[in-house]
């Protein structure tokens, strides 16, 4: 069995959702874990003793993803801290969800800042330390609304299919460095923020999915352990769904 015994990952948003449980998954797997996020710091305290607990060193950092300057902060304390950066996982992402014809151009802006280019942030600063290394796992959540589209959903629609756009990009630049960089796209995940939604709309998107039923935070954080081993060494530049077949 593979392990990440060593390793360092490094979630951004990690502090509920999805992003909690890839950081208890990798933990699990023998990482150090590298908690970003950017409120809440109660919850992250209890998130904190639970990764340890588990037998391996967390570190809770704030940061802004949207932030050039929070980002560049985020990789040099981690390297403070552990001495190294071999799994970087961008998850931080906002919604405000709005029709095209009544969207406020500060929603469209502020989802494009942090969903788009917090990832860009984050991979511009994480590079370099990878690069030296000669090493670097970097796994960026997307979702299929990046490749299917969404009625109320322009501007993170945009942003998740830059994010498919900036991991092909980017995987082909850093190749040769033995660096791989890949996409997981959730489809429906039943987390807080769909848990609000009504019951007529959970059965209307429950019909788009072939395998009748929505996903676990799990199933996506399952996808992004086996992108950070080893199995996946030979895989780079590409998209992974994880929506029951809700995309094709």
Known sequence: MESLKGKTAIITGAGRGIGKSIALKLAKLGANIVINYRS??????????????????????????????????????????????????????ITKDGLLLRMKEEDFDKVIEVNLKGVFNCIRHASPIMVKQKCGKIINISSVVGIAGNAGQVNYSAAKAGIIGMTKSVARELASRNITVNAVAPGFIQTN???????????????????KRFGSAEDVANVVAFLALPYSDYITGHVINVDGGMVM
């Open 40 to 93: 809440d710091s109660k919850s992250i305290e209890d998130l904190v003793k639970e990764i340890e607990a588990l037998g391996v060193e967390a570190k809770a950092i704030q940061a802004d993803v949207s932030s050039f300057e929070d980002t560049k902060n985020l990789m040099k304390k981690t390297i403070e801290v552990f001495g190294s950066i071999d799994i970087l996982v961008n998850n931080a992402g």
């Open 193 to 211: 923020m769909t848990d609000a939604l009504t019951d007529k709309v959970k059965e209307t998107t429950l019909n788009t999915i072939p395998l």
